[in-house]
T-cell receptor, first 113, second 109 residues
């Protein structure tokens, strides 16, 4: 079974803090994704990576950056957290761009005060 | 950019009944997937149907795809309490996947 883990289930941070969300997958997948999920808006793609050290912007990259130094790990960084970044953050991986199925982590619920 | 749109937004049925959810999309696709999300958790892949397929089954799940109408339906037969969740369709084109906003399904005891 593919396993995607996220470093925290719940996180509370203050406005202006730098926040790191970590995601690790154990199946040697090439592609990794970060989404945020908000009520009424569904899943929105923040950033994705098709390979190590590669990254591409998704639909809502503003206020975020990412890092993929190792194949199994994809980090989402909130440079200066703001209250409108309070959300559920979901990480996903996929074997490669020729496979369609994405495997999701359990999510991190972030509250920015 | 929104592609798939689920209908209804919310659905409540009695345990044992069948549940049907629909997904409509706008542009041509290579495939369509359905995912389930239990409250406060990540999404779990249920089933994938390719654009050249019309129907697919997996256990109590039946998915249909009508590319001429740009729509898909997910049928869950003999619903159980454990089926209470949100269900998302995700349309695939080239190597991109776009998720809809989901249908919240509540199975009543």
């Amino acid at each position: 079974d593919v396993k995607v883990t996220q470093s925290s289930r719940y996180l509370v941070k203050r406005t202006g803090e730098k926040v790191f969300l970590e995601c690790v997958q154990d199946m040697d997948h090439e592609n990794m994704f970060w989404y945020r999920q908000d009520p009424g808006l569904g899943l929105r793609l923040i950033y994705f990576s098709y390979d190590v050290k590669m990254k591409e912007k998704g639909d809502i990259p503003e206020g975020y950056s990412v890092s993929r130094e190792k194949k199994e790990r994809f980090s989402l960084i909130l440079e200066s957290a703001s209250t409108n970044q309070t959300s559920m953050y979901l990480c996903a991986s996929r074997r490669d761009s020729f496979r369609e199925t994405q495997y999701f982590g359990p999510g991190t619920r972030l509250l920015v005060l | 950019s929104q592609q798939g749109e689920e209908d209804p937004q919310a659905l409540s049925i009695q345990e044992g009944e069948n549940a049907t959810m629909n997904c409509s999309y706008k542009t041509s696709i290579n495939n369509l997937q359905w995912y389930r999300q239990n409250s406060g958790r990540g999404l779990v892949h249920l089933i994938l149907i390719r654009s050249n397929e019309r129907e697919k089954h997996s256990g109590r799940l039946r998915v249909t795809l009508d590319t001429s109408k740009k729509s898909s339906s997910l049928l869950i037969t003999a619903s159980r309490a454990a089926d209470t969740a949100s269900y998302f369709c995700a349309t695939g084109r080239d190597d991109k996947i776009i998720f809809g906003k989901g249908t919240r399904l509540h199975i009543l005891p």
